[in-house]
């Protein structure tokens, strides 16, 4: 985790002596937590950003380093540590999931109280907020609240309590120790927990695709369920951990019965469980019966790269699903064979093969090194070379973008893009925006170069991206999912389970690039209104989806139960 250096320390006191019950109960554990606070912060009132009280005890505070170090001396205190900035973890996936033959007994009620509907099953959304106005965030059909939720709608800017209905029951925002994390609403400006909270929750949608790709009714895990959210990230994509915590604070005493963490620290880092916001939440979530869903990372594939590794925390990996987005590369010559490629693009080019193809290194700047102008790195590539033609590129260079080559081929006056993947399989589909682009494995590469020998004046074109299903391998664990074994819990086995992770559809801000950070709207068209997104961010909600479901039709699960019942029911990933 990295410390955020605004001056805030969190200070951990433990579990509260005793369960909240009433709001009496409540406002007396308020009263005797602001004392003890007071005497630990030595009578410094402007100092308390945050308290929590609900589910366990502490407070973030402004503190100096001395005045934290003597604060953490006290015996009733735990641990203090300063406020650290986590990150995000940046619709087929369900038709996937039912296509397996795994045995759902957990879905089926253990007993007639059960709910058969999953209307009263409430999952807490941990992330940068919502927006409401989707498609996905309808409450058509649905009931009333239940009795127990204790939660609030919060007004704030561009955000009306009003926009809460029986689908989004409640919406929380944090500020205080660092105003340039929030904008002062629940609504969201980075896209992410929109995403997440339809992924897991939302309503179904009919007609739901990003320009035409993936069309089809986007579902979630549990569109019975209602959506809780608190939003603790920033529209660049920082969490505080004094945010987080507040989070979790305010979740349990809301009432939600699952909570989902698309957010994590820093990798490789053999974690201090009493000083990580997360499993500090986690673990006492999980005593009220709450079960805590989280991303495991993207820092794959190396081992113990994996975050969120409390025994504690259902810990979640990224898989792939059988759709592909085909990006086909047509050849010339007599055959005009067609490379099935793939990617995210909407090209403009002609669809009979008519643009010089040239690889990248025969179109390398004098001075630039070969190695470069074959991976088409920054000023490696010469304008005379590149113009009007399309450029093979190789993607050896871990860390330099997708969309860094672009950049380069199409300021040099390329028409296109082919991206050469040294593996066997490709499984994300890049984004290309409206750059004609196609990425594609070393045999589908070995055909171009074929092709490419075989005569004086190569010529190809790049079709726009259309929607296959039926990819195989799938599913399989994603490169960059973050893998085990736990730095802190070597005898568990961590990452749990594997979900749904990448080229995910799922609902995503209204609104056009000119008015929203890193937007999906493509220039000159309408907002799409769904998005399609990777990571362990994306599984994570698949997930909860599914807990929630579990919790619905076995009301009395225990959180252990809930996850054996979905780890030991689950498909062993063999694809036929």
């Known amino acids: 985790m990295t410390e955020n250096g605004n001056g805030v320390y969190i200070v951990y006191l433990g579990a509260v002596g005793a369960a909240v019950t009433s709001l009496n109960d409540a406002v007396k554990n308020d009263q005797q937590a602001a004392r003890l606070f007071s005497s630990l912060l030595k009578g410094k009132r402007n100092a308390l950003v945050h308290s929590y009280t609900n589910g366990f005890l502490g407070f973030a505070a402004r503190l100096t380093e001395d005045e934290a170090q003597s604060i953490a001396r006290e015996p009733e205190v735990v641990s203090v540590f300063p406020d650290p900035i986590l990150q995000l973890h940046t619709t087929r996936s369900w038709d996937f999931l039912k296509s397996f033959s795994a045995d759902h007994s957990w879905d089926r009620p253990t007993s007639s109280s059960s709910s058969s509907t999953g209307t009263d099953t409430i999952i807490g959304i941990l992330d940068t907020g919502i927006w409401p106005e989707s498609a996905s965030f309808n409450d058509d059909g649905m009931g009333p609240i239940t009795a127990r939720w204790k939660g609030a709608c919060e007004d704030g800017i561009d955000f009306n309590s009003t926009l809460c209905n029986r689908k989004i029951i409640g919406a929380r925002y944090y500020s205080g120790s660092d ?344 220039p000159g068209m309408n907002p799409p209104g769904y998005y399609i997104q990777s990571g362990t961010s994306m599984s994570c909600p698949h997930i909860s989806g599914i807990v929630a479901s579990v919790k619905a039709h076995n009301p009395t699960f225990s959180v252990s139960a809930i996850r054996s019942a979905i780890m030991t029911t689950g498909n062993d990933g063999i694809y036929g």
Not at 303 to 325: C, E, G, Q
Request: charge should be negative; charged fraction near 20%; glycine fraction near 10%.
């Open 179 to 522: 105003e340039s994390q929030s904008k002062g609403s629940a609504r969201d400006q980075n896209g992410h927990g929109t995403h997440v909270a339809s992924t897991a929750a939302g309503s179904r949608s009919p007609n739901a695709s990003y320009y035409g790709l993936a069309l089809g009714v986007a579902d979630s895990g549990s569109s019975a369920s209602r959506i809780a959210v608190y939003q603790v990230c920033s529209v660049m994509g920082g969490c505080l951990g004094s945010y987080i915590l507040k989070g979790f604070d305010d979740a349990m005493r809301d009432g939600v019965d699952v909570l989902s963490l698309s957010v994590g620290g820093e990798e490789g880092i053999k974690p201090d469980f009493s000083r990580d916001p997360i499993a500090i939440g986690s673990f006492h979530a999980m005593e009220r019966g709450i079960v805590v869903v989280c991303s495991a990372g993207n820092s794959g594939p190396d081992p113990s790269t994996l975050v969120n590794d409390a025994p504690w925390i259902f810990t979640v990996a990224a898989s792939t699903i059988d759709r592909d987005f085909e990006s086909r590369i047509v050849l010339g010559g007599g055959n005009k064979n067609v490379i099935k490629g793939g990617g995210i693009q909407f090209s403009k080019l002609e669809k009979t093969p008519m643009y010089p193809l040239v690889m990248g290194a025969l179109a390398k700047w004098e001075n630039a090194s070969e190695s470069d102008a074959r991976e088409c790195i920054e000023h490696s590539l010469d304008p005379a070379k590149v113009k009007g033609n399309i450029i093979l590129c190789e993607y050896k260079r871990i860390g330099y973008p997708n969309m860094h080559r672009v950049d380069v081929v199409q300021e040099a006056g390329g028409v296109g893009i082919i991206e050469i993947v040294s593996d066997d399989n490709r499984f994300e589909a890049p984004k290309f925006e409206t750059f004609p682009g196609s990425i594609v494995t070393k045999r589908e590469a070995n055909d171009i170069l074929t092709y490419i020998n075989s005569t004086k004046s190569p010529i190809a074109t790049i079709l726009p991206t259309v929607t296959t299903l039926g990819y195989k391998p799938a599913p399989v664990v994603i490169f960059f999912s973050s893998r085990g074994p736990s730095l802190a819990s070597h005898n568990i086995l961590k990452p749990d389970i594997s979900a749904p992770g990448v080229d995910i559809l799922a609902a995503w801000p209204d609104v056009t690039d000119d008015d929203y950070l890193g937007g999906a709207t493509i």
